[in-house]
T-cell receptor
Framework: DQQVKQNSPSLSVQEGRISILNCDYTNSMFDYFLWYKKYPAEGPTFLISISSIKDKNEDGRFTVFLNKSAKHLSLHIVPSQPGDSAVYFCAASDALRPGGKLIFGQGTELSVKP | DGGITQSPKYLFRKEGQNVTLSCEQNLNHDAMYWYRQDPGQGLRLIYYSQIVNDFQKGDIAEGYSVSREKKESFPLTVTSAQKNPTAFYLC?????????????FGDGTRLSIL
């Protein structure tokens, strides 16, 4: 069963506009959510995270929103830049998963066009 | 420079052969993880370790083995029992101090079958 889902495999956005990447989860025990960015042939890079006690976390151009009742989180990138073109993974964990184990979504490939 | 080093970047395996992927970190992190990524899929956890000389199976451990003899090192062996080993393998580490710490990744090893 896919506990963390990113239903859009790809997204194309014009430079300067907002990119919105979505992620849904099914396990109500998840209490920590992360977004990673990945370029081809490289490892994922941690971008931003949010704890379930918050509904928003902001870091520069990146904002993550969490809607616990809908079991949905989103990553907003404003303004989008060509260098943001990459695959974005959301991930989740819960306090009951020992060792901080993460469950990853399938990823969304973002393309930012000049 | 602190980080996670994976080697080699590319690896080829013959039928019936065991191969070992190296992962070294100098971040003084307690926990280390191995993930596998297949095309169009998220990262799936193979094994993880929270402390030296101890490790736990992840979601897809069959056909793999690990060791954790030193805090800095967590090598992964892909055995001949793994029937579909072609994938991108990622090593990660994290501190276990405090709660909700992100995992940091190496740049991966791409394993192919000859």
């Amino acid at each position: 069963d896919q506990q963390v889902k990113q239903n859009s495999p790809s997204l194309s956005v014009q430079e300067g506009r907002i990119s919105i990447l979505n992620c849904d989860y099914t396990n109500s025990m998840f209490d920590y959510f992360l977004w990673y960015k990945k370029y081809p042939a490289e490892g994922p890079t941690f971008l931003i995270s949010i704890s379930s006690i918050k509904d928003k976390n902001e870091d520069g151009r990146f904002t993550v929103f969490l809607n616990k009742s809908a079991k949905h989180l989103s990553l907003h990138i404003v303004p989008s830049q060509p260098g943001d073109s990459a695959v974005y993974f959301c991930a989740a964990s819960d306090a009951l998963r020992p060792g901080g184990k993460l469950i990853f979504g399938q990823g969304t490939e973002l393309s930012v066009k000049p | 420079d602190g980080g996670i080093t994976q080697s080699p970047k590319y690896l080829f395996r013959k039928e019936g052969q065991n191969v070992t992927l190296s992962c070294e970190q100098n971040l003084n992190h307690d926990a280390m993880y191995w993930y596998r990524q297949d095309p169009g899929q998220g990262l799936r956890l193979i094994y993880y370790s929270q402390i030296v000389n101890d490790f736990q199976k992840g979601d897809i451990a069959e056909g793999y083995s690990v060791s954790r003899e030193k805090k800095e090192s967590f090598p992964l062996t892909v055995t001949s029992a793994q029937k579909n080993p072609t994938a991108f393998y990622l090593c990660a580490s994290s501190t276990l101090e405090g709660s909700n710490q992100p995992q940091h990744f190496g740049d991966g090893t791409r394993l192919s079958i000859l």
